[in-house]
C-alpha cells in the first residue's frame, strides 16, 4: 500500500514539474510552431542557477523566481537576436534550438563541472507529514500545489485576459491575427520569455527531487515532448493532463517494468502521432 | 493613377507567390466613401491583390496609398492600425475564441465601432456572444468576420467574397450590410463571384484578368459593355 501511495505522490509531484516545462514548451511550439528543442537546457540552467544562489545563502523561494527571471531574459535574447532572424525558416528555427540546448549543456559542463549538485529541501520542509498513518514527503506535495497554482493563473491570463485571447488568436491564424492588427512578433517574445522562464523556476523547484547533474537537460526534454504530443500543441488544458499522464506512466513504468520504461512511455506518443496527431485537446497538428 | 483623393490606391504593383509572379503593374483608386468591385475569374488575382494591400504579401514594385500615405512595405499590423480593415476569403475567424473575444481582440483605434456597436448591427452575434467561434454557422461566422473588421474602425474595408458558400437569404441580408455600411461613408473593396450583388453595391469597378487590370470605371459604363464583362468574367 505504502509502495502505490508513495509512486502516486512521486507521480504527481514530477507532474507538476512536467506541467511547469511543458505548458512553456506547448505554448511556444503552439505559437511559434517549432518545438524548442533548448526547452530541457534552459529547465537544468535554471536548476545549476539555483545551486549557485543557494550556495550564496540565497532563500530557496527567492532563489526559484530569480533563476526564472534570469533563463526567462536569456530567453528574450535567444527569441529577439537569433529565432526572430530566422523568421519562415522553421526548420532553421528548430536546428537552432537545438544547437543552442547543445551550448547550454556544454557551458553548464564548464561552469558547475559534472559531478551532481543536490539541492536540499527548503528548511520546514524537509521532514515528511503523516497522513492516515503513512508518511509523505512535504515537499513534493508543495511542488504539486504550487504546480496547480500556476496551472490556474495560466489558465486566468489566457482564458480570461484580452492578452490571453490575443495569443489564442496567433495560435489559431497568425496571418489572420497580424491582418487584426495584433503585434504577433511581439506576443512571441512575450510568450517565449514567460515560457522558459517557467522552465528555468521548474528547474530550482525540482532541484530537491532531481538534483542538477548533466543530463538533466536530456532526460527532461523528451518528457516535454511527450506531454505535449499527448496532450495536443498548444493546450494548457492538454499540457495539465499530460504532464499527470506521463509522469504516472514513467514512474510506475520505471518502478514495475524497468527494463521497458521507454516502451511504456514512448508508445503512447507514437500512438498518438498516428492516431491523433492533434493530441488529447489541441487543435494543431503536432 | 494614385492621386492624393484617394481614399486607397495602388499604381504598378506587382506581386509573386514565390516564384510566380501574380500581380502585373496593377493599379486602381478607391475614392473616399465610394463602394470599388473588384471582379475577375477564379485564379485572376484578385485574392492576391487584397493579400498584397492588407501587407500578407510584399510588392516586389510599385506602391499602395492610404490616404496618401504609402503604407506598402508595412507589416499587415501597422496596415491594419492605419485603418485598413480585411474581410477574409473562407472567414478564418479564430476558431477558439469566443465570438466577444473575436470582436475584443480586433479592437484599435478611436471610432465608433465597438462591440455593442457590432452586435447592434448583428443582433444574432449578441446570442451567441459566448460560443466559440468554430461552432457558428457559415452565416455567422460571415458576420463575426464583418463584426471583426470593423472593430479596427477602418478607413477603408476590403472585403473577399462575403457571400461565398451562404445561403441565398443570408447573401441577401450580407449585401445589405455592405450597402448600409457604405452608405454611412465607410470606402469599401468588394470582391465578389457573385455579380449580380456585386454590380448592384458598386459605384466603381475594376476587372482583373490574368493579374492586369483590363477595365477600370464607373458601374454604368461596366453595365453597359457586357460583352467585356462575359469576355472577362464568363458567363453570368
Same mark, same amino acid.
Not at chain 1, 33 to 37: A, D
Not at chain 2, 93 to 97: A, C, E, Q, T
Not at chain 2, 129 to 137: C, D, I, M, V
Given at each position: 500500500m505504502q509502495f502505490w501511495l508513495i509512486q502516486t505522490l512521486n507521480s504527481l509531484a514530477l507532474g507538476g514539474l512536467l506541467f511547469l516545462l511543458s505548458s512553456g514548451f506547448s505554448l511556444i511550439f503552439g505559437l511559434q510552431?517549432?518545438?524548442?528543442?533548448a526547452h530541457g537546457a534552459l529547465f537544468m540552467l535554471g536548476a545549476y542557477i539555483g545551486t549557485s544562489l543557494l550556495a550564496r545563502e540565497v532563500d530557496f523561494w527567492l532563489a526559484a523566481p530569480l533563476a526564472g527571471v534570469l533563463v526567462g531574459l536569456l530567453g528574450v535574447a535567444l527569441e529577439r537576436l537569433v529565432l526572430r532572424r530566422l523568421a519562415g525558416n522553421e526548420q532553421g528555427q528548430v536546428l537552432v534550438t537545438l544547437g543552442v540546448a547543445f551550448i547550454i549543456a556544454d557551458l553548464c559542463l564548464l561552469v558547475w563541472t559534472g559531478d551532481p549538485i543536490p539541492v536540499p529541501a527548503p528548511e520546514g520542509l524537509r521532514r515528511p507529514v503523516f497522513l492516515f498513518g503513512f508518511a509523505f514527503p512535504t515537499y513534493r506535495l508543495v511542488v504539486l500545489g504550487i504546480a496547480v497554482a500556476a496551472a490556474i493563473g495560466l489558465f486566468l491570463l489566457m482564458e480570461r485576459t484580452r492578452l490571453g485571447a490575443m495569443i489564442r488568436a496567433g495560435v489559431d491564424d497568425p496571418e489572420m491575427a497580424r491582418g487584426v492588427g495584433i503585434r504577433v512578433s511581439g506576443l512571441f517574445t512575450t510568450v517565449f520569455c514567460l515560457g522558459v522562464a517557467l522552465a528555468g523556476t521548474a528547474g530550482v523547484l525540482g532541484g530537491p527531487i532531481l538534483?542538477?547533474?548533466?543530463g538533466l537537460d536530456a532526460d527532461m526534454l523528451p518528457l516535454a515532448l511527450v506531454v505535449v504530443i499527448l496532450g495536443g500543441v498548444g493546450s494548457l488544458l492538454g499540457a495539465f493532463v499530460g504532464s499527470f499522464v506521463v509522469s504516472s506512466i514513467y514512474n510506475f513504468g520505471t518502478a514495475l517494468f524497468p527494463d521497458l520504461a521507454y516502451v511504456i512511455l514512448f508508445l503512447p506518443m507514437v500512438l498518438a502521432l498516428v492516431f491523433k496527431p492533434e493530441g488529447l485537446f489541441g487543435r494543431v497538428r503536432a | 493613377m494614385a492621386s492624393d483623393a484617394a481614399a486607397l490606391s495602388l499604381s504598378g504593383v506587382d506581386s509573386f507567390y514565390g516564384d510566380s509572379h501574380v500581380l502585373h503593374g496593377v493599379g486602381f483608386a478607391l475614392r473616399p466613401g465610394r463602394l470599388l468591385a473588384l471582379l475577375g475569374r477564379n485564379g485572376a488575382g484578385k485574392t492576391t491583390c487584397l493579400a498584397t494591400i492588407m501587407g500578407f504579401l510584399r510588392p516586389r514594385r510599385g506602391e499602395i496609398r492610404l490616404y496618401g500615405e504609402?503604407? $506598402? #512595405?508595412? $507589416?499587415p499590423e501597422a496596415i491594419c492600425r492605419r485603418g485598413v480593415g480585411l474581410v477574409p476569403q473562407g472567414r478564418r475567424?479564430? +476558431?477558439?475564441?469566443t465570438v466577444r473575444e473575436n470582436l475584443a481582440v480586433a479592437a484599435r483605434g +478611436?471610432?465608433?465601432?465597438?462591440v455593442e456597436r457590432v452586435f447592434e448591427l448583428f443582433p444574432r452575434l449578441r446570442e451567441r456572444? #459566448?460560443?466559440?467561434? #468554430? $461552432?457558428? $454557422?457559415g452565416g455567422e461566422q460571415q458576420m463575426l468576420a464583418i463584426g471583426r473588421a470593423l472593430m479596427g474602425n477602418p478607413r477603408v474595408l476590403l472585403m473577399d467574397e462575403p457571400s461565398e458558400g451562404l445561403a441565398p437569404q443570408i447573401v441577401a441580408e450580407v449585401g445589405r450590410i455592405i450597402g448600409r455600411l457604405n452608405a454611412e461613408g465607410l470606402s469599401i473593396v468588394l470582391v465578389e463571384q457573385n455579380v449580380k450583388m456585386t454590380l448592384g453595391l458598386a459605384h466603381d469597378v475594376v476587372i482583373i484578368n490574368t493579374g492586369a487590370v483590363v477595365f477600370e470605371g464607373p458601374v454604368e459604363e461596366a453595365r453597359r459593355d457586357e460583352a467585356r464583362l462575359a469576355q472577362h468574367l464568363g458567363v453570368f
Open positions: 510552431r517549432i518545438p524548442n528543442l538534483s542538477a547533474y548533466p | 504609402r503604407i $506598402s #512595405g508595412l $507589416s475567424v479564430f +476558431r477558439s475564441l +478611436r471610432g465608433p465601432w465597438t456572444h #459566448g460560443q466559440l467561434a #468554430g $461552432s457558428l $454557422s
